[in-house]
């Protein structure tokens, strides 16, 4: 120990932990993005430095409050001596608990889940923060017993407001510190899943694509549902640990039919999740650029997808992307099964061919696109053993899926809730059928993402996409210039075009709008990390 004194020890880790525990209350928001970025450092430096982001500059602002406040109350209670850098952290105290207070009233669009590794992440942080500060504070009361200065002494824990500008690098070295428990668990529960997978009888589907994975699954199993047991993957849970996680916590013997979505951002991530949950049956529900950023190219996306035929099972594929595939070895199906498609705002109807028959359909999904998930799935369970007349009456029972293009009746207006759209395909279908309602139409959406050298084109299209409707309202900075520039380009009217900074800046500006009989449109709610 530097100390002889034991009331000077105490001292030291006293202040340590007060002020660790004050400091890891100030990561909320940083392990809310890290999470919502499934825990990839690189992800969080590049949303740290995107555009219009202020947050260093909010820690920057924390630090100088800190400094200057923790100096004028230790100077003002200099008369202490010793204890006046003490009633100093006084300024800790009230910035950190201010910034904390600041932190929770800007929810997070998606917010933090408190999941065991995020738990133990926590802990590791907490620690961390509780070693470092304690180190620092024992380091500056050993340079004020060995420099013996009276002002030194009286600011000795001034210092400490560099931390703020510390969280960032302390938020990944505890991601860092986490990982070396948590990959090599990961890969235990991955190949616990697959054992078990293996010991089952379930049937198992896989589904990929750029997009309509989630949609799919969702009409996939409510049809399956009407004869067989059916589990799936819990909402967009798509990675190996998604999949593993249903399969661990379920007891695989209660079903008879496995539905997993499965997700992709770089070549190879299929094979890995088709090693470990080898699919019976396969759907490709669509190709376009999306996750292009990560894919580099179109090719690589097709290749991606591509991966899940190599095992041989049975392949059912959008008709738009089929001859994508048909260099890729096995047994492929085209889902061109649908004809003599009505599509509007009250579902849609439609002719579906099924083992050589026509049947006549209806669906209270809105959009030609659903009608084309409702095929694929239809032919998916007609291949399980379903008969024509249960896939029918199944298809009249189906409701709106959650945050895609869900409608939503409220005070005389109609919400379509496409919330997790971000793609092009999907934001083209959800403004056609927009188009498709009486009244006035309104569009709210911060752009489209993930489309690398893309993204600025395919924003610019989307704003062109945009005229002709009553009211556009873009969110946020990241994207809207080129939506905005394309608007006006193609004749959209400035007067009805509405820039605002967040989501809910948008719904209040609604409130000022909105008149019976009118449709609104939320077309891609960005999450945190963009």
């Not at 500008?165 to 899943?193: D, G, R, W």
């Not at 899926?401 to 759209?421: A, M, T």
Request: aromatic share 8%; net charge neutral; with cysteine.
């Amino acid at each position: 120990m530097f100390f002889i004194s034991v009331s000077k020890t105490i001292e030291c880790v006293l202040c340590a932990v007060v002020f660790a525990l004050l400091f890891s209350g100030c990561f909320y928001k940083l392990l809310g993005i890290l999470q919502s970025s499934g825990y990839s450092g690189t992800r969080l430096i590049k949303w740290s430095h995107k555009k219009g982001n202020l947050v260093f500059g909010r820690h920057v602002l924390l630090a100088l409050l800190c400094a200057l406040a923790c100096a004028v109350i230790a100077l003002c209670f200099s008369f202490a001596g010793e204890w006046s850098a003490v009633i100093g952290f006084a300024a800790y105290i009230i910035f950190f608990s201010l910034f904390i207070w600041a932190d929770n009233r800007v929810a997070l669009r998606t917010p933090l889940t408190l999941t065991p590794r995020i738990k133990r992440l926590i802990v590791v942080l907490t620690l961390l923060n509780a070693i470092i500060s304690y180190l620092t504070v024992c380091l500056l009361n050993f340079a004020d017993s060995v420099w013996d200065n009276r002002v030194f002494t009286t600011l000795r824990y001034c210092p400490l407001s560099v931390f703020p500008l510390l969280m960032f690098p302390v938020t990944l070295l505890a991601n860092l510190i986490s990982k070396v428990y948590e990959v090599p668990h990961n890969k235990s529960f991955v190949k616990k899943a697959k054992a078990k997978l293996n010991n089952s009888n379930i049937k198992v589907v896989g589904i990929t694509g750029s997009y309509g994975k989630t949609s799919c699954k969702k009409i996939l199993a409510d049809i399956l549902s009407e004869k067989y047991r059916v589990l799936s993957t819990p909402r967009s849970h798509n990675t190996p640990m998604g999949l593993a996680l249903a399969i661990n916590n379920n007891d695989l013997t209660s079903y008879d039919i496995f539905i997993a979505e499965m997700g992709a951002r770089h070549v190879g991530d299929i094979a890995e999740l088709c090693e470990f949950c080898p699919p019976d049956i396969t759907l490709i529900t669509g190709i376009c650029p999306q996750h292009l950023e990560s894919f580099g190219s179109i090719e690589n996306v097709v290749k991606a997808k591509a991966e899940i035929l190599k095992g041989g099972a049975e392949a059912y594929i959008a008709p738009e992307c089929f001859t994508l595939f048909e260099a890729y070895s096995g047994v492929k199906h085209c889902a061109d099964c649908v004809s003599d498609m009505v599509c509007n705002a009250e579902g849609s109807t439609f002719n579906l061919n099924l083992g050589g028959k026509t049947y006549k359909a209806h669906t209270r999904l809105l959009g030609a696109h659903s009608v084309r998930n409702v095929a694929i799935s239809a032919l998916v369970a007609y291949n399980l053993g379903m008969t024509a007349e249960e896939i029918v009456a199944a298809i009249e029972k189906l409701d709106f899926i959650e945050h895609r293009l869900q409608l939503i009746k409220s005070g005389g207006v109609n919400i379509l809730d496409d919330g997790y759209n971000s793609n092009i395909n999907g934001a083209a279908a959800a403004l056609e059928v927009l188009k498709s309602f009486e009244g006035r139409k309104i569009v709210v959406t911060p752009g489209l993402v993930e489309l690398g050298v893309l993204e600025e084109e395919e924003n610019t299209r989307l704003g062109e996409r945009l005229v002709g409707l009553d009211f556009v309202i873009l969110v946020g900075e990241t994207l809207i210039a080129p939506v905005k520039n394309g608007y006006l380009a193609g004749g959209g009217n400035a007067a009805t075009l509405k820039i605002v900074p967040t989501l809910n800046v948008a719904q209040e500006e609604l409130k000022g709008i909105l008149q019976p009989n009118d449709t609104v449109l939320f077309l891609n709610d960005l999450p945190d990390i963009y």
